[in-house]
T-cell receptor, first 112, second 112 residues
């Protein structure tokens, strides 16, 4: 069973602070995706990383894929209340399967 | 293009009843996925279609669950003889490539 461990599980910070959330596995993934989910809604894709060592930036969000394609991180600079949500990482398994394996998520609360 | 549409948004049913959910994917997407999400967990893969062919099914998909995608357009997910453990958010997603899903808002099922 391929598992993705996300940490921390919960994070509550003040507006303007920086934060990093982590997504780790013992398995290698073909690609890794990050989603944000709000209560009662489906996840919304933020980014897909494919190449080991890849770094992608989306405004104040920076995503990194580990060199060995087993782990990833999401760094948010100067967090805002609008960043509040559940951040999920999901890995595409190798071997031809198109299913995604999701972590349990990091629930982020940014207080004004 | 209105994104991925799921109906109904909420369904409350009595244990033992059958329920059917519908998903309308983005029209040019040939891949369609069903996931299930329970409280505090990330989405879990149920099944995947490419056009009208069901190419992969999870062991989570017991004999009581069936999914169809006639003509490669919309999809239905039916649960027969519902049990309380079936209570969850059922998410549909579609994509054009093997990664980068667009999720719908989900159907929240409560079995009483």
């Amino acid at each position: 069973t391929q598992l993705l461990e996300q940490s921390p599980q919960f994070l509550s910070i003040q507006e303007g602070e920086n934060l990093t959330v982590y997504c780790n596995s013992s398995s290698v993934f073909s690609s890794l995706q990050w989603y944000r989910q709000e209560p009662g809604e489906g996840p919304v894709l933020l980014v897909t990383v494919v190449t080991g060592g890849e770094v992608k930036k989306l405004k104040r969000l920076t995503f990194q894929f580990g060199d060995a394609r087993k782990d990833s991180s999401l760094h948010i600079t100067a967090a805002q209340p609008g960043d509040t949500g559940l951040y999920l990482c999901a890995g595409e398994t190798q071997g031809g399967s198109e299913k995604l394996v999701f972590g349990k998520g990091t629930k982020l609360t940014v207080n004004p | 293009d209105t994104g991925v549409s799921q109906n109904p948004r909420h369904k409350i049913t009595k244990r033992g009843q059958n329920v059917t959910f519908r998903c309308d994917p983005i029209s040019e997407h040939n891949r369609l996925y069903w996931y299930r999400q329970t409280l505090g967990q990330g989405p879990e893969f149920l099944t995947y279609f490419q056009n009208e062919a069901q190419l992969e099914k999870s062991r989570l998909l017991s004999d009581r669950f069936s999914a169809e995608r006639p003509k490669g357009s919309f999809s239905t997910l039916e649960i027969q003889r519902t049990e309380q453990g079936d209570s969850a958010m059922y998410l549909c997603a579609s994509s054009f490539r093997a990664y980068g899903y667009t999720f719908g808002s989900g159907t929240r099922l409560t079995v009483v």
